[in-house]
């Protein structure tokens, strides 16, 4: 177990959204705190305010007197750092493996799924701050009612995003849980859905006996996990017979975005909750938020005003510009069930054309869900394929964005499908033609953000000529 008398700790890459806030915490808690990272960011600069001593560039020099190094799924094996870790036979710990660590003496709530736990999570966590329990949150997206990825409270709850992706979610052991949904992704880690499915099972098994998991009703595979948990399943959904059943949805995306709905629980109890944030998806993920926040005392009147006062996550349907009836959306979807759910909202509280603009996200996830992706973009008016941002991952032959635009195209063969490889591409593209009615949705996990800035940047310079 780490101490602050046991000397410092080192992160490699500690500007990163998953790393620099457990740096923070540590450096709260009196540690000793360095790191490293590939270039200088408003993260890293914060972090040396607070005590950090931070190496722009990565080099085994920079482990100088750190006694335990932590590291993420991202840092590649030949990274000089760890190497020199290893060689001075250092502690190294997976920034999963010490965020376990830190949960010792706190009542964890770890919110996993496929989907929805990034702002599942920002939920739970604003709620709870809202309701003065002071808590500790850790994030993996940027929570606007908590200013950020992470709050470092004095109370006793911890709300953390529990990822899936590389199994390191089973580094928490002992917590509450939410589970939102489990489908086939990250098969590049677990190669086979059988085996995700495992994870999530052992993930479940491992909760807490005193504490509690609350799962999506409208998941077969999650009620299959439920039946796992060792303390209290709670449920929640649209499914007849859920503990929190979500009801009579509506929502909106211009003027004041936001979503209204009724929430049946209890013994016919009913409440209706109006949320910042569009989307019958979020109504679920609020359901979630709102079921938990029970569980460990919170009023449904002061979980009602926590879930008001959220504003949303960066990346989720985050609403770059909007003048002259035109709308530029940035989102982070990046599978199949994502881009539904986007478009879902884009199409029902859109009046005009929806343009959709995605950029698939690793060569395997596209090459394994290929057939998903395909039958995704039902109800965009106009589909635009970017070549694939590559991350991590080495080019799979034959797998490409192209490809997969011609893949979209045979399954819309009504629709206008094309392939724009590069980002400069399709700003240039848009940026002439984009009109009143039009709402463009940029979607994906890689740098495809910058397509939706750029062209807001244009759509706004255009309008102020």
């Not at 000793?32 to 200088?40: E, L, N, T």
């Not at 993420?72 to 001075?88: F, K, Q, V």
């Amino acid at each position: 177990m780490l101490e602050p008398s046991g000397g410092p700790v080192h992160f490699i890459g500690i500007g990163g959204a998953g790393m620099s806030p457990l740096a923070e915490l540590l450096l709260a808690r009196g540690f000793g705190v360095s790191g490293s990272d590939v270039r200088a960011s408003a993260i890293t600069q914060r972090l040396v305010e607070h005590g950090a001593r931070v190496r722009i560039g990565h080099a085994a020099e920079a482990l100088d007197g750190a006694t335990t190094v932590i590291c993420s799924t991202a840092i590649r094996p030949d990274n000089p750092e760890l190497l020199a870790a290893r060689a001075r036979g250092l502690r190294v710990l997976h920034r999963s493996e010490l965020l376990g660590e830190l949960l010792a003496g706190r009542h964890p709530i770890a919110v996993a799924g496929t989907h929805g736990k990034s702002t599942t999570s920002g939920m739970i966590a604003t709620v709870l701050t809202e309701a003065g329990l002071d808590p500790t949150a850790i994030v993996g997206a940027e929570v606007r009612s908590l200013g950020g990825h992470h709050r470092i409270g004095a109370g006793q709850h911890f709300v953390l995003e529990a990822c899936e992706s590389d199994g390191s979610f089973l580094n928490y052991p002992g917590c509450s849980q939410v589970v939102t949904s489990l489908e086939p992704d990250h098969l590049d880690q677990h190669h086979t859905f059988d085996n995700l499915r495992e994870a999530f099972r052992r993930f479940v098994a491992q909760g807490r006996p005193d504490g509690f998991l609350v799962y999506c009703a409208d998941s077969a595979e999650v009620r299959e996990l439920a039946r796992l948990a060792p303390g209290k399943a709670v449920s929640y959904g649209k499914q007849a017979g859920a503990d929190f059943r979500v009801e009579h949805v509506e929502y909106g995306i211009r003027g004041t975005p936001g979503t209204a709905f009724d929430l049946r629980f209890g013994d016919g109890d009913g409440r209706r909750l109006v949320l910042r944030v569009p989307g019958e998806h979020n109504a679920l993920n609020a359901a979630a938020a709102f079921a938990a926040a029970l569980q460990v005392g919170v009023t449904p009147e002061a979980a009602i005003r926590g879930l008001s006062t959220f504003r949303g996550i960066g990346r989720r349907f985050e609403v770059l510009f909007e003048d002259d009836g035109r709308l530029v959306v940035d989102d982070y979807a990046h599978h199949p069930t994502e881009i539904r759910a986007a478009l879902d909202t884009a199409s029902v509280a859109w009046p005009g054309r929806v343009i959709a603009v995605f950029q698939p996200h690793l060569f395997s996830r596209t090459q394994l869900l290929m057939e998903g992706f395909a039958h995704a973009f039902h109800g965009a008016h106009e589909v635009i394929i970017a070549e694939i941002y590559p991350a991590r991952e080495d080019p799979i032959p034959g797998v490409t964005g192209e490809r997969l635009a011609d893949a979209v195209r045979a399954a819309e063969p009504e629709g206008n499908v094309r392939f724009l490889p590069t980002k400069e591409a399709i700003v240039e593209d848009l940026g002439s033609r984009v009109t009143a009615g039009d709402m463009v949705l940029v979607m994906g996990a890689g740098d495809i953000r910058e397509v939706g800035e750029t062209l807001a940047a244009e759509l706004r310079q255009r309008g102020s000529a």
